[in-house]
């Protein structure tokens, strides 16, 4: 497969690696200074689309940098020229949809960090890719990292190649809790209402279950919500048989709204949880947005996050199957 294609330069950008050969993420720009456009982007990806997603499955992260990308609709006429499905977003973080396909990201306090995940770990039918979109970069901090899975699971292998095999056996079970309204102080105040996209008990119940939940009203009119057994890892077609680290052990692990938990509902020794928070993090890849960038996540490859930062900072984003 070809790595360059004449209709982009590739670049670089501060914080890439290189991981098991291939650069992360990769960086596209124009060709030329006249090439900057919405026009020209669109034209250029619609005459490359099949090249375009090879490269996210390749590198797993791909940036467009020094496009003219002004807002969101800019940035749904990118999402539309690939023809992907749409996916809702179904999860506890607050979010606003702005147009067609376009949401904002989690909009709980810029003062917090949002923990690496895939998106949509949990749930029966996640996307398979994942764009985001740099309206506002922040004057400081509110970097988006990610992770390569499949060396969180190698790395966790080596050091507790047993107790890995056993929780990927049996599973995690995981709980989190739905708010009875949404509270967008909070990264994971999400209301029920938001979160199953209806205000019908009933029906919230029924779209709960079809997404793979068991559903349990609370005195106080919130949800809580129990998944699982879920396996600890996942190996996906097409992308060299590496085994990701598919779950959310670390990020629900232990919080006020959401716990993760052994398949016989026992706590996950403290120190697996905090040796994987230590190798998350060391492999973690970095860089600072620009306005206009649009970057392209492999949802099946990487964890994400989201760095503190000083406001302002507006990043949008679009799911797909």
């Keep these: 497969m070809e790595y360059s294609c004449k209709d982009f330069k590739v670049g670089k950008c501060e914080g890439e690696k290189l991981v098991d050969g291939e650069t992360m993420p990769l960086v596209l720009q124009p060709p030329e200074q ?8 669109l034209v250029t990806l619609k005459d490359n689309k099949e090249w375009f997603e090879k490269m ?21 006429e990118i999402v539309e020229t690939f023809g992907w499905d749409d996916i809702r977003y179904v999860g506890p973080a ?25 998106e949509m770990v949990l749930i029966k039918e996640f996307p398979k890719k994942l764009m985001l979109f740099c309206e506002v970069p922040p004057p400081e901090g509110g970097e988006t ?5 499949f060396r969180v699971t190698e790395r966790m292998l080596e050091e507790f190649p047993d107790f890995v095999e056993k929780l990927d056996a049996e599973g995690l079970k995981y709980t989190f809790t739905a708010l009875s309204n949404d509270d967008t102080a909070s990264m994971r105040g999400r209301g029920w209402q938001d979160a199953f996209g209806t205000s019908d008990c009933s029906e919230a ?14 005195p106080n009119g919130g949800v809580k919500t129990i998944l699982g057994p879920r396996s600890l890892t996942r190996v996906f077609e097409g992308r060299k ?14 919080k006020a709204l959401s716990s993760a938990m052994m398949a016989d509902g026992s706590e996950i020794r403290a120190d697996v949880v905090k040796r994987c928070e230590e190798i998350i993090e060391e492999e973690s890849i970095q860089f600072k947005w620009e306005k206009g960038d649009v970057l392209f996540f492999d949802n099946l490859a990487l964890l994400h996050g989201r760095r503190p930062s000083l406001p302002p900072r507006r990043v949008l984003v679009a799911t797909c199957k």
């Design 241 to 254: 048989g590496r085994r990701m680290w598919f779950n959310t052990l670390v990020g629900m692990h232990g």
């Design 56 to 76: 996210i499955i390749k590198n797993s992260a791909v940036l467009l940098r020094g496009y003219d990308v002004k807002d969101a609709v800019d940035f749904n």
């Design 34 to 41: 006249g090439k900057r456009d919405i026009e020209s982007l």
């Design 94 to 118: 607050p979010r606003t949809h702005i147009h067609k396909r376009v949401w904002t990201a989690n909009e709980g306090p810029l003062s917090e960090f949002i923990y690496y995940h895939h």
């Design 145 to 149: 990292p990610f992770v390569p899975s």
């Design 205 to 218: 119940e029924r779209r709960a279950k079809a997404l793979g939940m068991d559903f349990e009203w609370l």
